[in-house]
């Protein structure tokens, strides 16, 4: 057991405008297993947890640990997340919905905003379920970087 501070905002990458797409493997973890199983994906891949975000509207702490998302939640809250096949993190969202919808894929939840930016799903024509995230820094993550400057 770790004592890893899973509760707290924090990411290493505020904004993803610039760096070219990143797929995210989803891996779910039941309440409380958020730390521990950061610690088995940085070992397993010898890299550091790249961000931690509670994400309280829909029940579940997430964290980005090089190639995979580790979400945390009771299977009420997990549910609707599971069908996704995976994580797209791209620099602007936008196009790539606009580019899905002229493609005919049906847009399962509407772009919307998260805690790390946008974003969205939508069932590609050929049935995947793929949830396409941008990030870009918060108010607070402005400020801290404008004192530091």
């Given amino acids: 057991m770790t004592d890893r501070d899973v509760d707290t905002f924090w990411r290493r990458q505020s904004s993803t405008e610039g760096q070219p797409p990143r797929v995210l493997v989803r891996v779910f973890v039941d309440p409380g297993g958020l730390a521990d199983a950061i610690d088995a994906y940085e070992t397993l891949q010898g890299v550091e947890v790249d961000a931690v975000f509670p994400y309280p509207a829909a029940g579940l702490r997430l964290a980005v640990i ?16 599971r069908a996704t096949t ?3 993190l791209v620099d602007d969202v ?14 399962v939840e ?4 998260v805690p ?15 949830e396409y995230v941008h990030h870009r ?9 404008g004192s530091h400057a």
């Fill in 86 to 88: 995976g994580t797209l």
């Fill in 116 to 130: 790390t930016g946008a974003g969205f799903t939508a069932r590609h024509p050929d049935g995947a379920l793929i």
């Fill in 94 to 107: 936008q196009p790539y919905h606009d580019r899905l919808v002229a493609a005919g894929a049906e847009i």
């Fill in 137 to 145: 820094p918060t108010s607070e993550e402005l400020v801290a970087a």
């Fill in 110 to 113: 509407p772009l919307h905003e």
């Fill in 66 to 81: 090089g190639a995979f998302l580790v979400i945390e939640g009771d299977d009420e809250h997990l549910a609707p997340f």
